[in-house]
C-alpha cells in the first residue's frame, strides 16, 4: 500500500494537440487564417504553407511543422520574413488575436474529466508555448478556465518548452515537488520539459507526432488524455 508521500499530487497539461485535438483546432484556423494572412495572394500563400509546414491540398500542418511546439513568435518571425515585414510586434499580436478565436475540438470531454482530477484532490495547471492571453480565452471559451490552479504561456515570465523552468514554476505556485507532478503533452518538446524538471512526462496521440517518436522520452503513452485517471490510480496502488 502507497503511503500519501508516494503518490501524484499535481497534474500539469499542454493546450494544443493535448486539452485541445491539434488537427480539429489548428489545421482549421490555418486553412482559414493564411489566406488572410497573405491578403489572397496565392504565391504568397504557397510560400508560407511552405515556411509553416502546412499542405495546402490536405488543410494540414505536416509533423516537422514550427507550430506543433514553437512559440507564437517564433511562427511570427517565420510569417514575417515570408510577408516582408519588420512590425513582428504587430504581427504577433495578429496571430494571437485570431489564434484566440481558433476553432476549438476538445480532445475528450474536458468537465468532467477535471472535475474529477479537482475531487480527487489533484493540483491542475495548464503550460503552453501558445500565448498566456490566447490560453485563457481556449480554456474561458472551452468553460474551463476555473478547474486550473495555474495556466501559463510561453510570453508568461517563465521560458517556454522544452525548458523546464515554466513547468517548476507550476510547482512552485502549487506547492507540490515535481517527484510528485505529471506533466502531459503530444510533443517531444512537452516531454523533454518534463524530464528535466523531474516530473513524470506522458505522452498523448492527440497531437501530430507518432507513438514511436514520443515513446523515447515518455514514461507512458495514451490515447489521449481520458486515460489519465486510470493510470493514475494504477500507478498510485504501485508505489
Excluded at 490555418?30 to 500563400?45: E, I, N, R, T, Y
Excluded at 522544452?162 to 507550476?170: G, W
Excluded at 523515447?216 to 498510485?236: T, Y
Aim: proline share 5%; aromatic share 6%; net charge negative.
Amino acid at each position: 500500500m502507497s503511503s500519501t508521500s508516494d503518490v501524484f499530487k499535481a497534474v500539469l497539461f499542454d493546450k494544443d494537440g493535448t486539452l485541445f485535438d491539434f488537427r480539429g483546432t489548428w489545421d482549421a484556423w490555418a486553412a482559414s487564417f493564411l489566406p488572410v494572412l497573405c491578403s489572397g495572394k496565392a504565391d504568397v500563400l504557397r510560400e508560407m504553407a511552405a515556411a509553416l509546414r502546412f499542405d495546402l491540398r490536405a488543410g494540414a500542418f505536416l509533423h516537422d511543422s514550427l507550430v506543433i511546439a514553437g512559440t507564437n513568435r517564433e511562427v511570427s518571425e517565420v510569417m514575417a520574413r515570408v510577408l516582408e515585414r519588420t512590425d513582428i510586434d504587430a504581427l504577433e499580436r495578429e496571430v494571437s488575436q485570431s489564434a484566440a478565436q481558433a476553432p476549438l475540438d476538445p480532445a475528450v470531454p474536458l468537465e468532467p474529466l477535471l472535475n474529477a482530477l479537482k475531487a480527487q484532490g489533484y493540483k491542475l495547471g495548464v503550460m503552453t508555448n501558445d500565448a498566456e492571453a490566447v490560453a485563457h480565452a481556449h480554456l474561458g471559451k472551452a468553460g474551463v478556465a476555473g478547474h486550473f490552479d495555474f495556466i501559463c504561456g510561453s510570453d508568461s515570465g517563465f521560458g517556454a518548452k522544452p525548458a523546464p523552468e515554466p513547468l517548476l514554476a507550476f510547482c512552485t505556485h502549487v506547492q507540490v515537488d515535481p517527484f510528485h507532478t505529471v506533466m502531459l503533452g503530444d510533443s517531444t518538446h512537452d516531454l523533454q520539459a518534463a524530464r528535466a524538471a523531474g516530473m513524470a512526462a506522458i505522452g498523448v496521440l492527440t497531437g501530430i507526432a507518432r507513438a514511436a517518436e514520443l515513446a523515447p522520452h515518455a514514461d507512458a503513452i495514451l490515447n489521449d488524455i481520458g486515460a489519465l485517471p486510470a493510470w493514475l490510480h494504477e500507478k498510485s496502488a504501485r508505489r
